[in-house]
Nanobody
């Protein structure tokens, strides 16, 4: 019933910027924490950034100062602004959301993933 639709991935040169968007739709009563994860080939999925419903944020050390996570609660959308991109940022980026339905049951949802490739 709930879908997370990601957009904004692509190919960019080192030092460039991309903005990822993730919009949640469906039977949604509330969205609690939202975040972005990434997974590079041969590596484990890691948290990139997360944001709570109150706006508190958390970042991986590798992206602090370069990435910014934000959300628009009215649009059920989370964004990841990625600046000063490095080749090591190349990965599939996944949107994640903790969503409660109208029967007060909470579920963890994932987007399909969007490829970000940073060339040198």
């Amino acid at each position: 019933q709930v879908q997370l639709v990601e957009s904004g991935g692509g190919l960019v040169q080192a030092g460039g910027s991309l903005r990822l968007s993730c919009a949640a739709s469906g039977s949604i009563f509330s969205i609690n924490a939202m975040g972005w994860y990434r997974q590079a080939p041969g590596k484990q999925r890691e948290l990139v950034a997360a944001i709570t419903s109150g706006g508190s944020t958390n970042y991986a050390d590798s992206v602090k100062g370069r990435f910014t996570i934000s959300r628009d609660n009215a649009k059920n959308t989370v964004y990841l602004q990625m600046n000063s991109l490095k080749p090591e940022d190349t990965a599939v980026y996944y949107c994640n959301a903790d969503i409660g339905d109208y029967e007060l049951r909470e579920y963890d949802y994932w987007g399909q993933g969007t490829q970000v490739t940073v060339s040198s």
